[in-house]
């Protein structure tokens, strides 16, 4: 079964709004991944966060990580156009496959 | 420099075809993977390869043969491709198993008629 649900399914926003998206995922992790996926390209890698750290920062994204929860969250601030793509949470498991979410489609209008 | 390169980008073919997909990565890494993503953009693994030995098999069907001639390749082949077979594949690669990011490639867009 899917690990990882994200939420919202799909977002729009103005350009310097801050982009909000969150995960849960349903079994113990050891890190949790984010991805971005611009339209018909491959995934990118944008940050990892250890299950023993809260939350991280990289430039304008900030993920947390609530493993009470079982939930993560990515936020994206002062968005601009460029942003404007599909954002996936992951968490790996045996053997190193990466259980993904469902995604977050992100428009961020000009 | 490319890190994963997989070809072609796009493939078109007709249902009852055999066809390859080939995926090449240059760092270094020991295990590579195949994924699935369907028109919904869900992303599913379906093989993963460390040091060229097959470690995870999703329920694949066996029409799909993963091969690994070296650790830098991961090659896909498909044979009697069905309808239900379009999808865009993706070859990553990580340095590890699990607990560093992946690498992904571009993509190979397939479509069955």
């Known amino acids: 079964s899917q690990q990882g649900e994200e939420d919202p399914q799909a977002l729009s926003i103005q350009e310097g709004e801050n982009a909000t998206m969150n995960c849960s995922y349903k079994t113990s992790i050891n890190n949790l991944q984010w991805y971005r996926q611009n339209s018909g390209r491959g995934l990118v890698h944008l940050i990892l966060?250890?299950?023993?750290?809260r939350e991280k920062h990289s430039g304008r994204l900030r993920v947390t990580l609530d493993t009470s929860k079982k939930s993560s969250s990515l936020l994206i601030t002062a968005s601009r156009a460029a942003d404007t793509a599909s954002y996936f949470c992951?968490?790996?498991?045996?053997?190193?496959?990466?259980?993904f979410g469902q995604g977050t489609e992100l428009s961020v209008k000009p | 420099d490319t890190a994963v390169s997989q070809t072609p980008k796009y493939l078109v073919t007709q249902m009852g075809n055999d066809k390859s997909i080939k995926c090449e990565q240059n760092l270094g890494h020991d295990t590579m993977y195949w994924y699935k993503q369907d028109s919904k953009k869900f992303l599913k693994i379906m093989f993963s390869?460390?040091?060229?030995?097959?470690?995870i098999n999703e329920t694949v069907p066996n029409r799909f043969s993963p091969k690994s001639p070296d650790k830098a390749h991961l090659n896909l082949h498909i044979n009697s491709l069905e309808l239900g077979d379009s999808a865009v594949y993706f070859c990553a690669s990580s340095p590890g198993t699990g607990d560093t990011e992946a690498f992904f490639g571009q993509g190979t867009r397939l479509t069955v008629v």
């Open positions: 966060i250890r299950s023993n750290e």
């Open positions: 992951a968490s790996p498991h045996q053997g190193g496959k990466l259980i």
């Open positions: 390869y460390n040091n060229k030995e097959l470690i």
